[in-house]
Structures are given as structure tokens and as C-alpha cells.
Nanobody
Framework: QGQLVESGGGLVQAGGSLRLSCAAS????????MGWFRQAPGKARDFVAR????????RLADSVKGRFTISRDNAKNTVYLQMNSLKPEDTAVYYC???????????????WGQGTQVTVSS
């Protein structure tokens, strides 16, 4: 079994910063890549960022490029999402995900954390 536990969410003002952490355990971390997603109330789950663990290459959604950074610390079995210049539209529950696989032309993730709330006030 693998587990993902997110932390670091909270309430910040627009323009502020937060760093989310995703601690992986078990075989969850022994995955090719891990990603961050977010879901606002009444909205679909959106892709935010992905990192290939072995080499550290990253991909970010256009909406967060230049503001967010994804990174990983293998020694701590942890993936981070540094969020700067936060906007109210960034308000969502942020989920860490692991074990991506291509299905029907889209990338799906097999493991998910419980999420951490990020609220950005105006």
C-alpha cells in the first residue's frame, strides 16, 4: 500500500505564498512521476503540476506558470508545491497524486491524497 498526505494549506491574502507538501510512503513514492491537482467547489479537478521523480523535470499548467514551482526531496519522500503570487482563483482543495498512466489519451493517477485546503482572499 501507498499513502499520500498533503499539508501546508491555509488562508492567505492575494499576492501571498504557500508551500504545500506531499509526504509519500510505501510503494506510492516508487513511481515515475507525481503531480498536483486542485478542485474548487462546483468545479472539475484541474491539473496543476507534475514532476518526474528520477530526473526532476517538471510541467506546469499554463494558469500557474511563473507563479508555482513543483519540486521533490527524495531523502524525505516528499513532493512540494511552492505557490507564489496567489490569486483568489487559486482557491481550491489541492491534491497530491502518484502513479500516472496514460489512458484514453489522458494521464490518470492511481494514488491520491486527501487534499489540503488553500484559500486566497481578495
Amino acid at each position: 500500500q501507498g499513502q499520500l498526505v498533503e499539508s501546508g494549506g491555509g488562508l492567505v491574502q492575494a499576492g501571498g505564498s504557500l508551500r504545500l507538501s506531499c509526504a509519500a510512503s510505501g510503494r506510492t513514492f516508487s513511481t515515475y512521476a507525481m503531480g498536483w491537482f486542485r478542485q474548487a467547489p462546483g468545479k472539475a479537478r484541474d491539473f496543476v503540476a507534475r514532476i518526474i521523480l528520477s530526473v526532476g523535470t517538471t510541467r506546469l499548467a499554463d494558469s500557474v506558470k511563473g507563479r508555482f514551482t513543483i519540486s521533490r526531496d527524495n531523502a524525505k519522500n516528499t513532493v512540494y508545491l511552492q505557490m507564489n503570487s496567489l490569486k483568489p482563483e487559486d482557491t481550491a482543495v489541492y491534491y497530491c497524486a502518484a502513479n500516472p498512466r496514460l489512458s484514453g489519451g489522458t494521464w490518470l493517477y492511481d494514488y491520491w491524497g486527501q487534499g489540503t485546503q488553500v484559500t486566497v482572499s481578495s
